[in-house]
């Protein structure tokens, strides 16, 4: 009999031929219950968005800063539209704590999103990457599989030495390794001849369609700029963090907790003396860290968190401010299914929101309108401004051609909107 959670991964029609497959490619038999032990499962991740100064969420935000490593598997996007992206849920990793060896099976979904990366190879995923000819099915619901899990306890031994892909030393990729979670073993072979892939964590990632209860409005420029928090959710937020990061300095500052529907004004001048990043980013990654572990995560956990978004969170320019989404908000929009149930799951998810604040709004504007100069010079002044953008270039442009007053600027944004890549 196949065993409950991977008869609700697979559609009915699939079910008779996976079995077979199933079996002759895994180490042991997939029918057998995993042995009885205590599991306890933590999960650590980010949802990023941007904001416009009116407190809109903007599309658009899709790509990565950070090279994934080249064994991380990755879906096409075709059919997706790219505008109507709000969230980009990066590296959600889940670590493992059984007491003892153990299989697990693992189903991930999102609502109103697509799992877009995914390591290990995964056994199952939805939606295909392929619909009937002259169907277009807008994306509402994504779903990724894996089964036959086999975990073997960090102070455990394996008869076969663990093989962990190699990744770049600079890789950011590394920092998530460094806790004391299982290593998570799966058998690409047969009870033959297998093929064992081993890691620290499960991996995946997506883009989502749904928009989050932060909402941040800014007002002001230079130093009487100001933000107001509001919650719109129907839970309470955690304290949080706001932070900026301006020409090799971090300020920030830390937030108090936002009941439902609450508020918080927000002034330059709470954000205290900006330190320089070796000082400030030392600082700032402790206070962050301290939260997460508050929030449930072991401190390896929470560090290899801070440890890779420093540069994402940190040192790159910006205001941004980072909250802990509800836990009833991450199940909601990312529900997670594990057999054996875990004793313990603790879902950790940051929400990252990008401010655009009205001066940076109006500097944005200025050089889309300057790329139409005669001047070569002011061209490629304005070139170099959009160019430090990166991957944030489409949401501001989002942003640029909805809310300026001139035609030929809109013009040019919507222009340089369909210049980007579609998707695949």
Same mark, same amino acid.
């Given at each position: ?66 090279? =994934? ?10 059919? =997706? ?62 779903? =990724? ?178 909250? =802990? ?100």
């Amino acid at each position: 009999m196949i065993a409950p959670l991977r008869a609700l991964c697979y559609p009915a029609a699939l079910l008779a031929g996976l079995i077979l497959l199933m079996n002759s490619s895994w180490a042991g038999s997939p029918d057998q219950p995993p042995p009885a032990g205590h599991l306890t499962v933590h999960e650590w991740g980010t949802f990023l968005s941007m904001q416009g100064s009116n407190g809109v969420t903007l599309g658009g935000m899709v790509d990565s800063d950070e090279v =994934l490593p080249p064994f991380v598997r990755e879906r096409v996007l075709r059919g =997706l539209s790219r505008a109507k992206m709000f969230q980009k849920m990066e590296t959600p990793v889940t670590y493992f704590y059984p007491d003892r060896p153990m299989t697990v099976d693992v189903r991930v979904n999102m609502h109103r999103g697509l799992l877009t990366h995914w390591f290990p190879a995964v056994n199952y995923f939805e939606p295909s990457v392929t619909q009937p000819k002259g169907v277009k099915k807008p994306v509402e619901d994504s779903l =990724l599989c894996w089964h036959g899990l086999q975990l073997v306890p960090e102070h455990g031994k394996s008869a076969t030495p663990f093989a962990f892909p190699t990744v770049a030393k600079d890789s950011i990729w590394r920092f998530a390794r460094e806790t004391d979670s299982a290593v998570v073993r799966i058998n690409r072979g047969t009870a033959k001849q297998p093929h064992f892939v081993d890691e620290k964590f499960l991996f995946y990632r997506g883009l989502g369609k749904f928009h989050l209860p932060l909402e941040i409005r800014s007002t002001g420029t230079g130093s009487t700029t100001q933000m107001v928090l509001r919650n719109t959710g129907p839970y309470s937020l955690p304290p949080a963090f706001a932070i900026r990061v301006q020409h090799g300095t971090v300020a920030f500052v830390a937030l108090p907790a936002l009941p439902a529907g609450g508020s918080h004004e927000l002034a330059l001048a709470s954000f205290g003396k900006p330190l320089p990043a070796e000082m400030g980013v030392a600082h700032v990654k402790d206070g962050v860290a301290a939260g997460l572990v508050r929030a449930g995560l072991y401190p390896k956990e929470a560090r290899a968190m801070v440890n890779t978004w420093e540069h994402s969170y940190f040192r790159t320019d910006g205001w941004r401010v980072l909250y =802990l989404l509800p836990r009833q908000t991450i199940d909601a929009v990312i529900p997670i299914s594990i057999q054996p149930t875990p004793e313990r799951l603790v879902r950790v998810m940051v929400g990252r929101v990008e401010v655009l604040t009205p001066e940076k709004e109006r500097g944005m504007e200025k050089a889309v309108a300057d790329l139409g100069s005669s001047s070569t010079e002011v061209r490629k002044a304005a070139q170099a401004e959009l160019a430090k953008l990166g991957r944030f270039q489409e949401p501001v442009l989002h942003r640029v051609a909805a809310e300026t007053q001139r035609a030929d600027v809109r013009a040019r944004a919507e222009q340089l909107l369909k210049q980007l890549p579609a998707p695949q």
